[in-house]
């Protein structure tokens, strides 16, 4: 044990590797049927609070003057539905609260990467005694593709409630080179590429940056291993790349709700 | 000695090729950004009043330019830490 952890401190590799391995369960034979428990429990827990917060707060809320947190949260309501209204054009009862949700679930998941790696790895290591706890759920693959799957069956769900089974059907073998049946192969490739490329470029957008901002934090930390101008060059890229993560991080959350919602407003339209 | 010639030739190539990916990758993605912001800035000195809704739509559109890259980026870290064209040479080596 000592060794193995030995190993894991001295070199680049092992450094990083150990930074970057989940903790899996197996429940079943091959690598497939396995949980990252820390990605299911990180996402699940800061799902409760955020979702929680703001549904404590509506419960106390006063059609009068708001207090502070309920302003907060009519803020993030009232700016999510500006946005969902100026690109759906339909009923959005549905669409605005899932926009909200989307945009406050994956804001506080990628927000979990504010904390320090190393620090937290030691918390875990004496607190909770876990090995490997990688506390950003959405630096974490299969979060990602399970964020932009839901999107993508609604999207597929809301497709064909808009269109009929029929209409579906036709729009998907007709659209964009019209219906001469020559066309229809094209027609469907077209619209396979298109549908395999939304969700692909969704999640691996949002895992993408999260994952390289990690990485970087992890290569700035390395530097510090190098003695004292390593140290206090890599503290000082570091703070800069934290304050640029900031934005990173809000900014990917952003972008995730508007193509969310953009998705759907595509789905609804029919010709 | 056999083997390690070519895991030297394995490594050296992976290194090329991180650093075409993250080079390559970064030279689309800032020209992208470039010409995007020219267009915003000549749209914000013809219309000022429309300026906060083009800078909402700026940070919307650097985001999706900047996700190939980002991409690539992982690609290539995923070939710095966890090359899997070693798996050959390892086998290989027992």
Redo the contacts between chains.
């Keep these: 044990m000592a060794s193995e952890h030995a190993e894991h401190a001295l070199t680049p ?1 092992g450094y ?2 150990h930074h ?1 391995s989940f903790f899996t369960k197996p429940v079943g034979d091959t690598p497939f049927w396995s949980l990252n428990v820390d990605s299911l429990v990180m996402s699940i827990l800061v799902g409760v609070i955020g979702v929680g917060f703001m549904w404590l707060v509506c419960r106390g809320a006063t059609a009068g003057v708001p207090g502070r947190r309920q302003a907060f949260v009519e803020l993030a309501v009232e700016f999510v539905n500006d946005q969902v209204r100026s690109i759906f054009h339909g009923n959005i009862k549905f669409v605005a609260p899932l926009a909200l949700t989307v945009f406050v679930w994956v804001f506080l998941m990628n927000s979990m990467d504010f904390l320090p790696v190393d620090l937290m790895a030691w918390v875990y290591k004496t607190v909770f005694g876990l090995e490997n706890w990688r506390q950003v759920p959405t630096a974490d693959i299969n979060t990602t593709f399970a964020l932009s799957l839901s999107v993508w069956f609604l999207m597929l769900f809301y497709s064909v409630k808009a269109k009929g089974l029929g209409g579906w059907m036709h729009e998907l073998f007709c659209s964009p080179f019209g219906g001469n049946p020559l066309m229809w192969i094209p027609n469907l490739l077209f619209n396979l590429v298109e549908y395999i490329s939304k969700p692909l ?1 969704h999640s ?2 949002l ?3 999260m ?2 901002g990690e ?1 970087i934090f992890l290569l700035l930390g390395l530097w510090a291993a190098t003695g004292v101008a390593g140290t206090f060059f890599g503290a000082l890229l570091s703070t800069g790349w934290a304050i640029f993560h900031i934005l990173i991080v809000t ?2 959350a ?2 995730f709700m ?1 193509l969310t919602i953009v998705y759907m407003a595509m789905a609804h339209e029919s010709h | 000695m056999e083997i390690l010639q070519h895991l030297a030739q394995v490594q050296a190539f992976t290194g090329i090729g991180i650093g075409l990916i993250i080079g390559l990758g970064a030279l689309g993605a800032c020209v992208g950004v470039a010409i995007m912001c020219a267009s915003f800035l000549e749209g914000a000195a013809r219309q000022p009043e429309l300026m906060p809704q083009l800078q909402a739509k700026v940070f919307l559109l650097l985001g999706l330019i900047d996700a190939s890259f980002i991409i690539g980026v992982g690609i290539a870290m995923l070939f710095a830490f966890g090359n899997p064209l070693l798996a050959a040479i390892q086998t290989a080596a027992g």
């Design positions: 590799t990083i590797n970057l470029s691996l957008r895992y993408g940056n994952y390289a990485i900014l990917q952003y972008i508007m």
